[in-house]
């Protein structure tokens, strides 16, 4: 016997509420274990055509579906708090039919006479203002859910063996063997390790997005990758606003650091959904503009302008009145300004110079809307220009930083921008003349930037145009590190680019170390900061 109880009424000024409820004849555990397997609701459910789950703590998962119902076939996502000593389940809804401005509610399972009640309650605000949206999104949230209902309710009195051993697990259950990180997984996705953790990312973060992932490639299957980084980042935004609400401002600093990093992790070698790919760099920048007010660092907004287009960026430098020391960092092909560049700038603060950030055309916000030019350097002296203009910022001392793709942009604009003290190239080359050789995610990676149609396009683009040979031999001091295994830049290129400066030279190399040598962050970080530094005449105070 089933019975449905709804109720639709201000809930606050602003919001209603519906409750569902039915009985089933089965055990109030059978009915827990049905509402947290959501791997198995496409069994169960009619409505809901894809389910996937991404744990973000300890009883807390991401859920994304696509639900098809009388609100239209719609993708949603769920945030979902499991309460199992209560039979309970809070969520709150990130993403939502376009009908719904907000939602949230609860699951709960009690025992009754003959098996188990559940209810269902959803906490509701429509898109559009007024009391009769809020009754008719009422009435259709209460005859979907109890479509829902009804269905569980006819699955679970069929008898149906929930404890099959058909791969699926608690979502609350403990790290084993059996749902942790697979060996294959562990080996392509290695040598991301180092990056994240520079970007504040813990092992823990990392082993809450890997788990059950099956990646048996570094060159395929990133959609999954993707899903699971945005979801860890939506709960760290969730901390982050409840540390902030609290007044917990440290608490609030690290989690909206940790929020940034996941949606740019998310986005990093997701090329198949463009739109999805910019929509979660956007996000990036909003969430780390929002804690701007509370940082350690004082940053400032740059308002920069090249050829029409606008380059944000920001200035940031330690407390206290300046001029300082400024240094320059440029981008490569798939960091974050926000993320990877932060992280290295703060390093150039904490040793007595500010630092400077900024998207050009092909990144961060820019990425897939105006592709990258390979006269990079026409950007990078509007930058300076706009910098030095800064009461902030001793217009004599100022260097330049790049980080692989970058490093050899930082090269070729110190040599061509008048201004520049010196120059350190983190895994950068001369030429990328071997553009056929690398994987096949990096060609991804710069036909997406510089908006190639395909590979012979980007190859001639490469050869032709992304190259030192024309340009004039660097008169500052160059500080190169590089990993000698590197297969996306090789070190002969970095070597031909020592070769090609007129200047003090000196090459950081790293025996069995690839791409940036991220390994080595921890030796060469303070080794270049502190080069930078005594080149600029900085001193920390």
Not at 110 to 119: E, F, I, M, N, S
Not at 313 to 332: E, I
Not at 339 to 355: C, D, N
Not at 460 to 471: F, I, Q, S
Request: charged share 25%.
């Amino acid at each position: 016997m089933s019975t449905h109880t709804a109720r639709t009424q201000p809930a606050s000024e602003a919001k209603s509420s519906v409750i569902n409820t039915v009985v089933i004849d089965v055990p109030a555990d059978r009915v827990w274990q049905a509402c947290t397997e959501v791997e198995r609701w496409p069994s169960i459910f009619p409505t809901t055509r894809r389910v996937s789950r991404t744990e973000v703590g300890a009883h807390e998962v991401v859920m994304d579906m696509t639900v098809a119902n009388d609100l239209g076939v719609n993708d949603v996502r769920s945030h979902r708090w499991y309460r199992p000593e209560e039979f309970r389940i809070d969520f709150r809804m990130v993403t939502l039919p376009p009908a719904i401005a907000t939602m949230e509610g609860n699951w709960t399972v009690t025992p009754a006479d003959r098996g188990a009640r559940l209810a269902i309650e959803h906490v509701f605000v429509p898109r559009q203002d007024g009391a009769a949206e809020a009754a008719g999104l009422g009435e259709t949230l209460f005859r979907t859910t109890e479509n829902v209902l009804a269905a569980l309710k006819e699955w679970l009195e069929a008898g149906r063996d929930l404890d099959a051993d058909d791969g699926l697990r608690d979502a609350w259950g403990p790290r084993t063997a059996a749902n942790g990180i697979s060996a294959a997984t562990f080996e392509n996705c290695e040598l991301f390790f180092s990056r994240l953790g520079l970007a504040s990312l813990d092992w823990g973060d990392i082993t809450m997005v890997l788990k059950d992932l099956r990646k048996e490639s570094t060159h395929e299957d990133w959609a999954d990758w993707h899903r699971r980084w945005s979801a860890l980042g939506v709960h760290h935004e969730e901390r982050a606003a409840e540390a902030l609400e609290a007044g917990h401002l440290e608490t609030f600093r690290n989690a909206n650091r940790k929020a940034a990093a996941c949606h740019h992790y998310a986005e990093f070698f997701y090329f198949d959904d463009a739109r999805a790919k910019i929509a979660s760099r956007d996000r990036v920048t909003e969430i780390f503009e929002r804690g701007i007010p509370y940082l350690g660092e004082t940053v400032t907004a740059l308002d920069v302008t090249c050829d029409g287009l606008a380059v944000p960026g920001y200035l940031m430098r330690p407390p206290g009145a300046g001029p300082w020391p400024t240094v320059v960092l440029v981008n490569g092909l798939d960091s974050a300004k926000e993320v990877e560049l932060y992280s290295f700038a703060r390093e150039f603060i904490a040793r007595g110079m500010a630092a400077v950030v900024f998207d050009g055309p092909g990144q961060g916000v820019h990425i897939g809307r105006t592709p990258m030019t390979v006269d990079f350097e026409r950007v990078v002296a509007a930058v300076l220009e706009e910098a030095v203009r800064r009461p902030e910022v001793d217009a004599d001392r100022v260097g330049i930083f790049g980080v692989s793709f970058g490093g050899y942009l930082a090269a070729r604009s110190a040599a061509l921008v008048p201004g520049f003290r010196a120059c350190v190239n983190l895994s950068g080359g001369f030429d990328f003349d071997n553009y056929r050789d690398v994987n096949v995610m990096v060609r991804k990676d710069f036909r997406f930037v510089f908006d190639q149609a395909d590979d012979d396009a980007m190859d001639e683009l490469a050869r032709t145009g992304l190259n030192l040979r024309g340009v004039p031999p660097l008169a500052i001091p160059l500080l190169a590190i590089h990993g000698e295994l590197d297969t996306i830049i090789p070190i002969d290129s970095c070597e031909r680019m020592l070769e090609w400066a007129a200047g003090e030279t000196e090459l950081i190399r790293y025996p069995g170390e690839r791409h940036v040598a991220t390994n080595y962050f921890g030796h060469f970080i303070p080794r270049f900061t502190d080069w930078m530094a005594d080149r600029l005449g900085a001193v920390a105070r």
